[in-house]
T-cell receptor, first 115, second 112 residues
Framework: EPEVTQTPSHQVTQMGQEVILRCVPI?????FYWYRQILGQKVEFLVSFYNNEISEKSEIFDDQFSVERPDGSNFTLKIRSTKLEDSAMYFC?????????????FGEGSWLTVV | SQQGEEDPQALSIQEGENATMNCSYKTSINNLQWYRQNSGRGLVHLILIRSNEREKHSGRLRVTLDTSKKSSSLLITASRAADTASYFC????????????FGKGNQVVVIP
């Protein structure tokens, strides 16, 4: 079965440092997403990306966050100046898109710990 | 924003029993998806049910959707120890973007 892959699986960073989380979505998918899950809480939507631009973002996705699809396969989430409250599991996801609705596949996640 | 909301349950059942969990939401949906998450791991997709569908099966899983009540249920039949996990429903209220809104999850423990 096709899968979404994420790296790193775990990263510890100092507060104020920049972090880049990387994802390889499923190859024929059109929509890409980042979600996060703070320990013990709900999975929260951050941003969706389609046709090389952000299609929707949540209120969590403020100016310290950015996404990029630098080439045909990778999709990255950058956090410019990390805060303690950014500590969470970050999930990348991809889907075929469309109005009917398609299965959204998630990666294994990247644990980010900000100290 | 409207979100899927599971009944806040922590189920503990014996292997072989059935497990049922529920999810409700507030506004109309395109589809609803159920996911499983083992502790500290990724979200594994289980079933997608569209708004015009009432029931779907996949192996030992059965999902129902009642759009008049804005609720869904996930039934796991003949549970196994390996079914021990958290189960989330996620609702898609968008048109084309497929943005998902997740519930809080149900912890299911299957005792061997």
């Amino acid at each position: 079965e096709p899968e979404v892959t994420q790296t790193p699986s775990h990263q510890v960073t100092q507060m104020g440092q920049e972090v880049i989380l990387r994802c390889v979505p499923i190859s024929n998918h059109l929509y890409f997403y980042w979600y996060r899950q703070i320990l013990g809480q709900k999975v929260e939507f951050l941003v969706s990306f389609y046709n090389n631009e952000i299609s929707e973002k949540s209120e969590i996705f403020d100016d310290q966050f950015s996404v990029e699809r630098p080439d045909g396969s990778n999709f990255t989430l950058k956090i410019r100046s990390t805060k303690l409250e950014d500590s969470a599991m970050y999930f990348c996801a991809s889907g075929g898109g469309g109005f009917v609705g398609n299965t959204i596949y998630f990666g294994e996640g990247s644990w980010l710990t900000v100290v | 924003s409207q979100q899927g909301e599971e009944d806040p349950q922590a189920l503990s059942i014996q292997e072989g029993e059935n497990a049922t969990m529920n999810c409700s939401y507030k506004t109309s949906i395109n589809n609803l998806q159920w996911y499983r998450q083992n502790s500290g791991r990724g979200l594994v997709h289980l079933i997608l049910i569209r708004s015009n569908e009432r029931e779907k099966h996949s192996g030992r899983l059965r999902v129902t959707l009642d759009t008049s009540k804005k609720s869904s249920s996930l039934l796991i039949t003949a549970s196994r120890a390996a079914d021990t996990a958290s189960y989330f429903c996620a609702t898609d209220h968008s048109y084309g973007n497929n943005r998902l809104a997740f519930g809080k999850g149900n912890q299911v423990v299957v005792i061997p």
